[in-house]
């Protein structure tokens, strides 16, 4: 027995100490005053998902059930790592959405908004988010120095801004997701992956208009993770990853994210569909499209380096936006790569003010790219593209924006997509019928 009671405590601390990690369910037919215990079945589930969540330690999985939660989040508990973390999941495929209604004692100003707290290794998945009603946006994150919300992932979900002027509090950004530094050591280490992002910011006339309003991603630290996500109609960037109070954010991945029909009424020029001041980011396989100011149709730019050194941009598609498709700056920006991308029907599809730019292998000299249907948004590569078989291989980028092997014939395809229409190799030409011969009887 004593042997066994050995084993056991070894197999829990080399599982990370998950051994007693509990499932608890929410529910809108469920009642807070059931116990924990009692939130572990299904049918005594508690009723509000900040109940729920009081139930939780690291390892332990909230399940919520289908319905619309008036609630807001200001702090819960944390996990230890991604293999021990907290997760909050919709329950058997179930449409779940954290919906606010008005700013008050349980509500922090946005659907989370984690300001003073130390949360971290914090999953939501399928967890639809709506902060129209909301102040401060959607998520919001805010690090402090020695304690600071990191490693947080928000997936499988739609995560709607404030869509509407409100003025009494015109002056706050209301974008769906942000996250602000506040200090050089910050940790980061966040994950958006496959949202559906809009309503970030409606900047009108006679409204301050800050830099940072509207953005559909607000991102202010680094080594965090946004890819396959479909990002639009926002006041600002698609993706804004900015030096703020001096978190720099670098060494992020950018990959995978449709960015389209961004526009804004006042100040045309904040309007971009990514733009990063951090160092080291890389940015592959995004498609980005009408990113256009209303009523100024030469502003909007696809893909802007503003700073920092080491970024690299590969295998994007960026097309009919207003300004610049794709803008290295000049200055602080040094080393930048600008590798296999189309950039076409764009104010001036390439402009570099760096003398260190590493730029080739790109198809972004006017030349059409022959997409396969533009109108329709299909920027897929017809069987003539001259961006087929014309880029190098980058290590990094394995696949295309579909999922697809990159490279499908041997060489990689220019922009973010490869080309799938090519004829099968046809089969081996049969021997000819012989003429010559003659039928032998045994």
Sequence with gaps: MKQLGTLFLLAYALSGGVADAATYYVAKSGSNNNSCAQAQSPSTARLTITAGIACLTAGDTLLVGGGTYDEGLASMPSGTSWSNKIRIANYNGEKVWMTPLAFGVNNPGAVIRFSAGN???????????????????????????????HHIRLQNAEIIGRTTDNSAYSSLAAQPIEVHGGAPTVIGGYEFISLKIHGGGRPSAGTPSYADNGNGIYLAVPNSLIENCDIYDNKGAGIH???????????????NNRIHDQSRSTDPGQMWGIITYGSYNQIYNNVIYRVRAAGASTSGEGIVIAGGTGSSVWNNTVYNNGSNGVHVGGGSVSSTVVRNNISYGNGANYVNGSSSTIHDHNLDDGTNPLFTNAAADDYTLQAGSPGRNAGVTVAQVTKDAAGNARPQEGTPDIGAYEYLGQSPTPPATPPAVPTNYKIVAK
């Design 119 to 149: 949360e971290h290794y914090i999953e939501f998945d399928g967890i639809n988010m709506d902060g129209s009603n909301m102040p401060y946006g959607t998520a919001t994150f805010i690090v402090h120095p020695g304690s600071e919300p």
């Design 241 to 255: 990853a900015y030096n703020d109070d001096g978190a720099a954010p670098n060494n992020n991945i950018f990959r």
